[in-house]
C-alpha cells in the first residue's frame, strides 16, 4: 500500500492504475477508497486512476483535532488531495468524489479551479444548503450529522462500543442498501474498526458545521465553470428532499445532473451503472 507525505507531515494512503488523464477519486463516510474497486477497471483504460484515502479515514492519517477543527475541514483534506497528486506529476486533473469525499472535492475546485479539469459529485448538496434546509425530515434521516458533531468523547465513546453495528446501519439506512450490495464490507470494518478513525469521522462532522461553514461563506456567490456532473442515487435521501439542477445550477455553470439505480450509497450498489455514467461524462473530455 503506497503512501504519501503531504503538508505537515500527514500520510495519505493511495492506490494507483491505468494510464491516461490524471483522475482522483474520493470516498465517504464511513467508507474507504476501496469503495471504488468495482468501478476503477471500467476507468483505468482510459485514465490513470488516483484512488485516496481522506485523512481521519481508512490507512491515511488521524491527527488530533485543532481547537477550531480547521485540520478536519474540507479545505485541509482537500490540500492533501492537492499534495498528493502533485507528489505524482498531476498538476491538473479529473476529480470526482462521493458524499465526504464530494464535499472535499468541491471545496477543492473553489479553493484551486484551475486545478480541476472536471468535477463530478455525488449524492450532496453543499454543506451550507443542507444546513439551511435542515428539518424534521432531514433530522431523521441525517441522525448522524448531529450526533458525530456533538462534543468529544460522546460519539466515539458510543460507537466504539460496537462500531460494526452503529456503521453498518449508516450503510443500510440511506435508501435501503443490503449488505450484500457492499462487496468490501471486510475492508470498511477494518478501518472503522481502529478508534483512532471513529476519532477522525467524528473530528470531519465537527467540522463540518463550524470550519467549513466559515469557508462556504467567504465563497459564496462563486461559480464554477468546469465541466461539471451530480449524480445522486434515485433512490436516496438527497433525491427525495431537493432537485439537483435547482441546486447546483447556480454553482456548477457547465452542468449534467443524473440518477444511478440505488440509496446513498449506490457506488457499492451499482458500480457497473455508476462507472457507465463516469464515462459518458469523462470520456468526451479526454478526447
Known amino acids: 500500500m503506497p503512501t504519501a507525505v503531504v503538508e505537515d507531515g500527514i500520510s495519505i494512503a493511495y492506490d494507483e492504475d491505468g494510464s491516461g488523464p490524471p483522475l482522483l477519486l474520493l470516498h465517504g463516510f464511513p ?24 485523512r481521519g479515514y481508512g490507512a491515511s492519517a488521524k491527527p488530533p483535532a485543532t481547537s477550531d477543527l480547521a485540520n478536519y475541514s474540507f479545505r485541509a483534506m482537500g490540500a492533501d488531495m492537492f499534495a498528493l497528486m502533485s507528489s505524482l506529476g498531476h498538476e491538473r486533473f479529473h476529480l470526482v468524489g462521493h458524499d465526504r469525499g464530494a464535499r472535499a472535492a468541491y471545496r477543492m475546485a473553489l479553493d484551486a479551479p484551475g486545478k480541476v479539469e472536471s468535477l463530478a459529485l455525488m449524492d450532496i448538496v453543499p454543506t451550507d444548503h443542507l444546513v439551511e434546509a435542515w428539518d424534521y ?11 458525530l458533531a456533538q462534543p468529544a468523547p460522546l460519539p466515539e465513546r458510543m460507537i466504539g462500543a460496537d462500531p460494526d453495528h452503529f456503521f453498518e446501519a449508516c450503510l443500510s439506512g440511506w435508501g435501503g442498501a443490503t449488505q450484500r450490495a457492499f462487496t468490501q464490507i471486510d475492508a470498511y470494518r477494518a478501518a472503522w474498526r481502529d478508534p483512532a478513525a471513529i476519532a477522525g469521522m467524528t473530528n470531519d462532522y465537527r467540522a463540518a458545521v463550524s470550519a467549513d461553514l466559515e469557508q462556504d461563506a467567504a465563497s459564496d456567490g462563486q461559480v464554477l465553470e468546469c465541466p461539471a456532473l451530480v449524480l445522486w442515487g434515485a433512490d436516496g435521501v438527497m433525491a427525495r428532499h431537493f432537485d439537483a439542477r435547482c441546486v ?11 440518477l444511478v439505480p440505488g440509496g446513498h450509497f449506490f457506488v457499492d450498489e451499482s458500480p457497473r451503472e455508476t462507472a457507465e455514467a463516469l464515462r459518458r461524462f469523462l470520456l468526451p473530455l479526454a478526447a
Not at 467508507?31 to 485516496?52: C, G, I, N, S
Not at 425530515?137 to 450526533?147: G, I, V
Not at 447546483?248 to 443524473?258: D, F, K, M, Q, Y
Open 31 to 54: 467508507q474507504t477508497r476501496a469503495m471504488w474497486t468495482e468501478v476503477v477497471p471500467a476507468l483505468a483504460d482510459r485514465f490513470r486512476v488516483v484512488t485516496a484515502d481522506l
Open 137 to 147: 425530515e432531514l433530522s431523521k434521516a441525517y441522525f448522524h450529522w448531529s450526533f
Open 248 to 258: 447546483w445550477a447556480p454553482r456548477l455553470s457547465n452542468l449534467t445532473v443524473g
